[in-house]
């Protein structure tokens, strides 16, 4: 499945990550908005995973009861999706320095960079962001 994901690696290069997320709200009705998500090794299994950070309570919440996402990206007219369900890794749900590095590798993994670290860390801990990383079940585009 790695080899499949290179379409979308060649579109997060070219767009800085960014992509339309998809999840399913309560009443079922879909819910988008506008993330950086990149692909990055899942830190337990190693396998390929899209990876992005939020932290809206509501999206969170619909995330872990329905956790079924789509995520779409596009260079031009050219675009990558994939669909799977995912996976919240955020405060409380493993070691303060695990998701510190996992928050880091989502971001890097995006295209993101940053010239201070610290701040960005400081950030992220605040605000009380998780990592989503996705499983994809199903890859397709014209990329």
Avoid: C, Q
Avoid at 87 to 102: N, Y
Wanted: charged share 25%; glycine share 12%.
């Amino acid at each position: 499945m790695s080899a499949d994901l290179d379409a979308v690696r060649r579109m997060v290069a070219e767009e800085h990550g960014l992509a339309s997320v998809t999840v399913v709200r309560a009443d079922g009705r879909p819910h988008s908005s506008l993330v950086n998500a990149g692909v990055l090794d899942h830190p337990r299994t190693g396998d390929p995973v899209v990876g992005y950070v939020t932290y809206g309570a509501v999206k969170l919440r619909n995330l872990r009861a329905r956790p079924a996402t789509s995520l779409l990206w596009r260079s031009g007219w050219r675009w990558a999706g994939v669909e799977g369900d995912s996976e919240l890794v955020g405060p409380g749900e493993t070691d303060p320095e695990e998701l510190r590095l996992l928050l880091r590798a989502v971001f890097t993994a995006a295209g993101g960079t940053h010239d201070d670290w610290a701040e960005y860390d400081r950030v992220m801990r605040e605000e009380g962001r998780t990592a989503v990383l996705v499983t994809p079940t199903r890859i397709y585009g014209n990329g």
